[in-house]
Structures are given as C-alpha cells and as structure tokens.
C-alpha cells in the first residue's frame, strides 16, 4: 500500500505540473504581460484585458484547487484501515486542509486593489530611489530644513505599522475560520458514516470541506469583532494611502506637476457650476412654460369671442346685442374686464 | 460506523486524471470563444447627458402597453445583465409580453463624475430621463422598475416625484440596510467612509468586485471555476459561463460623492426606513409612495437579504403592495430559467392588473 501511495503522488504531480505548464505557456501567449493592477506600478489604472484577467483568476483558483487536491490524495485517503476511528489519522488527514483557505484569499487579496503589501513594497522604493524615505526612526524629534518631511515620514510608517497591527488581527480571524472550517468538515463527515451516505469522490469532498469553511466564514464575517477589525484595516490602509498621496504631491509640487488635489477642487467647482446652469436653464423653462400656459388662455378667450360675436351676429337678426358675454366658465366679463386681462397677460409676457 | 471517506487511491487518481485531461482539453474550446456579447436587443438611445443614455429598447412586436416602463439599475455594475443572453433576458422577456420598455444605463463614471451627488444623479440625471419619455410619450407619469440599489433609487424618486411615477416594482432591492444578515452592510459600519473617499475619490470598479468575491470567498473565487471545467468541453454552456464572467468584472468605478452619501446615510445610518433621509433639498418618505408598488425579492440573496427587501411594505404609504418571493440568487432572478417563466410574465400581469 505504501508503495501505491507513492508512485500516485509521484504521477499526480508530474501530470498536475506538465497540465500547469501547458495552461501558463497558453496565457502567455495571450497577454505576454501579467495582470496584476500593481504589477506596472503602484497607481490603479493598470486594467488587464477582460479575457486576460478572467484566465489568470480562473486558472489562480484552479492551481488551489490542485493543491487541494494533491493535499487531500495524499492524506491518507484510501487506508484500508478506518481513519475515523483512530483521532490520530484523522487529525494528520484534516491537517492537510490547514492553508488552502488562507491560500485563497490571500490569492483573492494580493491579485486587488486592496492588497498593499506588494504596493507598499513598490512606493517604498520609489520613494528611496527619490531620497525621500531615509528610515527615520518615528519617535525621534525633528528638526532642520527637512524637519516638514521627516514629520512626514514618520506618520507614514506609523500609519505603516498601524496597518500590519491590524492586518495581523485580520489574518489572526482567518486562521479562526480555518480552525472552525476543519471542526465543521469533521462534524459534516460523521453525517456521512452510513451506508450510501459516504463521500466517494474528491470533488464530493472538496464541495463538502467548501460548504464547511463558507459556514465558519460567514459566522466570522457576521461577529462584531469582524466588523470591528475589518473597519479598522480599511481605516488603516485608508491612512496609508492618503499619506503616500500627500507625499507623492509633495513631489509634484516641488517639480510643478498637477496633483490630484487640485483636479479634485477644480471639478467641484465645476461641478457646482453644472449644477447652478441646470437649475437657472429649469427656472427658465419654467417661465417660458408659465407664457406657454399664458398664451393658451388667451388663445381661448379669443376663440369664445369670435364663437360669442359669431352667434351675436346671428342673434342680431333676431334681437339687438346685448351688453355681457359668457366666458365659457360660467362666469361674465365686460369688454374693459377683457381688455384689461389682454393687457396684463402681454405685460407679463414681456 | 462506517469509513466516511472510502476513496482509494487508484480511484483518486482517476478522478484527478479527468479533471486534468477535461482542463488540457479546454484549451482547445477556449482559444476559439474570445470576448462573448451580451445586450443583443435591438435598441435606440432617445436621451443622453454626460455619461447616462436612456435606451429604448426594440422588441419584435408593437407594445401593447398603455404606459411605458423605464428599468433603473443600480450604479454598481452594469444594465445589461437584464439582458444578457437571447434566452436569459428580462428585457426580452418584458418585451415578449408586449410592454414599453426604456433602461438606463449609468455609464462609466471617471475623474469628472467624482462630484456627483445623489441629487445629482436622482432628481438631475433620472428626473431629466424620465422628463424625456414622459414627453415622447405625452404622459405625466410612467412605470418605474428599480433593480438592487436601483430600486433604492426608484423608491426615493417616487417619494420625491409622485406625479411622474404611475406604478412601481422593486426587484431585490434593500429598505433596511441594517439587517442582522447583511454582510455587507455589517462590513461597512465601522468605517470611516469620509476617509475612504478622501483618499481614493471615486471607488475602482475591482475594490467593489474583491468586496463582492470576499462575501464567499471559496465558492466565488474557486468553486466556481472548479465548476467550469465540467462545462469545458460544452461550447455553448462555456459562452454562457464567460458572458456571465464579462458581466461581472465589467463594472463601473463609484463616483465618490454619491457612495460617501450612499454608504453613510442608507448603510450607516438606514435613514431610509428611519425617515429623516434627505436628497438634495427633498426629503425622501416612503409614506408618500401611495402608487400602486410589485416588490420582488429573492430568497437566496446574498447580497440583499429577504428581511432588506421585505421591510418595504411596513415603510410604504400605498395600500395596493403585493410582494413575490423568487425562489433563487440575487443573479438568477435575472438569468435561471425559472426566472425567465416567473419574473417577467408577473411584472406583466401586474402592470396589466393596473391598467400600464
């Protein structure tokens, strides 16, 4: 039996390699150029292709998937011998999933924007490179004509510092849901220890170790210590990034370079600008539907005077004109009344 | 007991060998499918302003419909997953039915957008939209039928501008942001969003999408395409898959503005079912949303709770709500085939069931 063992990992891994190879040769071929938005620098705009970006995660996903996989085979899957009754197998066997969970979100999370391990690693040599991170020490007092730079320096790396504090509670709460996903997937398989309920397959295993680790997860992700240190790292690298941007427009002042700042103020001044013009063009469309309306009435009126004068005329064969004409709302208005509303309505369309 | 795992080695191996032969094999399917379309419906712009066009869109029959229907969807990723696919269109299927329908689509907002605000977009962009099929069509009012947090937007608008909404459907559309389950809106409590917009601006499209996947890490960012390579030998099911993909990766960046208010007054504080909630110079009370209102949630919604959704009909001032539990994701409620039999012929029928 061990001997079999043996020569499966052996085969495994030489297959699971050449597949690997020949997928990653592919991809290259593709894109000739990696995805990660920070690869090409520290700034966010550096999209993959849509295609590229859907193989390089998918195919992330699969090689974790293939170390689970090759994990699980050689846990000791197949002894003759019940693993379940020893806690001594069994422990070894579940030991083997201990990193494919933080495997994939620290994939999830290095392949973001929200991974700033590997940009902060990029920023700190560019700064270097441009001999403005000296490694000041963050209690020492400044002084001199860097005095403003050093005090610079030293709220970033403690914002720096701040951030791996937290970043390690963060990675801390993960391990937890590792720890509770493994306890899960050893209490899901005692389900399974009855005649036609037995899990037969590796995928069968994988979907059930999933189901185990998003249950410990979404627990986790709902606890108040989750929300408490999940707000502080974003809190944390939200602080780092704005130094970083405070810095990075130091420079650019310096060499007479735009910043960002102030694109931002000049499009919130036009923004408002944007807003006041729609608000001035709907008031004006609101006058000139108020004359609209203004003309429609007199329109009307004037088509009750000429129906009125047309059936006066025919009325005056019978009987003389009288003094009052409707207005066709009932009510009576004398020819000054009309005059005067004409007159009024033209005033105020001037 | 038995063994709970009685997989033996030969049988492991086999089972990895397939995968292995189905992934080098997939290659071969791959290489010929390159980018998948999606929002094939045939349509026509009749509004546009900056980024936003309002598309009316072209079904293969005259509508029979009295009012048209204008689809609202929400600001993170895109329209078009209402009509991703020929047979998995909610657009389509609207259309097939013989309603009017128009949609918005928000576009890609950049560095000029950054201002934008929630007044800007609801009682600017969406007022003069809706202005713009009122007047095509010589209405007062039309049908509205928010989607997500575009459904959020439509109730806010109805509130603001009851005259220019006829009838009202929400798709899986959150009311109270503060439900016990609703992760996201867990993760965003202690935040300080003034910070995170101060710093980023508007918010990269891919920080909203590593939200969305850390929701269920493990089924988003690797079941998923374990899953795939089942299907890599299956041209059409593996378009199918990669439309699916596009849609999802294609997003919008956030203008800054409008998620600092969103994040803060809808997620942080629930003003919107608390009442005090105010856009622009409008305040927004969902008691003056008296218009006939379809609320349509989906039972398994991971990003929307059922609890989000459901908590409209306490808040709403109309006394004609009707509520339908789809039984599914907050995506398949647009794609799966039970959605296709389900949703559209109900937004129908009841459209019709109010004279639309």
């Known amino acids: 039996m061990p001997d079999q063992a043996n020569e499966f990992m052996k085969d495994y891994q030489a297959f699971a390699q050449q597949s690997w190879e020949t997928w990653m040769r592919y991809l290259q071929q593709q894109s000739g150029q990696p995805s990660n938005p920070f690869a090409a620098g520290f700034g966010m705009g550096a999209a993959a292709m849509p295609q590229d970006d859907l193989l390089t995660r998918s195919l992330a996903s699969l090689k974790t998937y293939g170390n689970w996989l090759q994990q699980a085979a050689g846990a000791g899957l197949g002894q003759t011998t019940n693993p379940w009754q020893q806690p001594a197998a069994m422990q070894s066997f579940l030991a083997a999933f201990n990193q494919p969970f933080t495997q994939t979100v620290a994939g999830i999370d290095s392949a973001s924007a929200f991974g700033l391990d590997h940009q902060w690693q990029t920023w700190l040599q560019a700064m270097q490179q441009a001999g403005m991170a000296g490694g000041m020490p963050n209690q020492m007092a400044a002084f001199g004509i860097t005095r403003e730079m050093q005090l610079d320096q030293q709220a970033l790396a403690t914002a720096m510092q701040n951030y791996a504090q937290i970043n390690a509670r963060y990675q801390g709460l993960l391990q937890k849901v590792n720890a509770e996903g493994i306890a899960r997937l050893q209490q899901l398989l005692s389900q399974h220890g009855e005649p036609g309920k037995q899990v037969e397959s590796l995928k069968a295993l994988y979907d059930l170790w999933v189901d185990a680790m998003e249950e410990a997860y979404a627990e986790m992700a709902l606890s108040q210590e989750f929300r408490e240190v999940f707000g502080a790292l974003v809190n944390a690298q939200m602080q780092v990034r704005k130094l970083q941007q405070q810095q990075t427009e130091q420079m650019c002042r310096e060499l007479g370079i735009p910043t960002r700042s102030e694109v931002d103020s000049l499009g919130k001044r036009v923004q408002q600008l944007r807003r006041e013009l729609k608000e001035a063009q709907a008031r004006g469309q609101g006058e000139t539907a108020a004359d609209d309306s203004l003309v429609d009435t007199l329109q009307a009126e004037i088509a009750t005077l000429k129906r009125e004068l047309a059936a006066s005329k025919t009325t005056a064969k019978v009987r003389p004109i009288e003094s009052k004409a409707g207005n066709g709302n009932g009510k009576t208005v004398t020819p000054s009344q009309r005059t005067k509303a004409t007159r009024s309505a033209a005033g105020k369309r001037k | ?356």
């Open chain 2, 1 to 356: 007991m038995l063994n709970p795992l009685p997989i033996d080695p030969q049988q492991a191996f086999n089972e990895i060998a397939t995968f292995q032969r189905k992934l080098a094999a997939g290659l071969q399917t791959l290489r010929g499918l390159g980018e998948q379309d999606y929002a094939n419906t045939p349509r026509e712009a009749i509004y546009r302003e900056d980024k936003l066009t309002v598309w009316h869109m072209k079904g293969n029959h005259k509508p029979t419909a009295k009012v048209p229907t204008l689809i609202v969807y929400a600001l993170v990723n895109t329209v078009w997953m209402t009509d991703l696919q020929e047979d998995r269109s909610l657009v389509r299927n609207l259309l097939e039915q013989g309603e009017d329908v128009y949609l918005i689509d928000w576009g890609y907002p950049d560095g000029a957008d950054r201002w934008l605000t929630l007044d800007d977009y609801l009682n600017g962009y969406l007022d003069r939209a809706i202005d713009a099929i009122c007047k095509r069509h010589d209405l007062d009012a039309i049908n509205l039928l928010g989607i997500c947090q575009g459904g959020t937007f439509s109730l806010c608008y109805t509130a603001m501008h009851p005259e220019k909404v006829k009838n009202l459907v929400t798709m899986v559309t959150p009311v109270d942001f503060r439900t016990s389950d609703n992760m996201l809106s867990h993760w965003v409590q202690n935040m300080d969003v003034d910070l995170f917009v101060d710093t980023l601006g508007n918010i990269p499209a891919e920080l909203m999408n590593w939200v969305y996947l850390m929701l269920k890490p493990l089924r988003l960012n690797q079941q998923k395409y374990v899953s795939m390579v089942d299907i890599l030998d299956n041209p059409a099911e593996l378009k199918n898959f990669l439309r699916m993909e596009r849609w999802i990766f294609d997003s919008p960046d956030q203008a800054g503005e409008a998620f600092r208010e969103f994040i803060k007054e809808f997620f942080q504080q629930n003003k919107l079912i608390k009442g005090d909630l105010q856009i622009g110079k409008q305040p927004v009370d969902l008691g003056m949303i008296t218009q006939p209102v379809f609320n349509i949630y989906a039972t398994q919604d991971h990003l929307v709770p059922p609890d989000a959704s459901r908590a409209l009909q306490k808040h709403v001032g109309t006394t004609d709500y009707t509520e339908l539990a789809f039984k599914g994701g907050h995506i398949g409620i647009y794609v799966s085939g039970r959605a296709q039999r389900e949703v559209a012929p109900a937004i129908h029928q009841w459209l019709r069931q109010r004279g639309a």
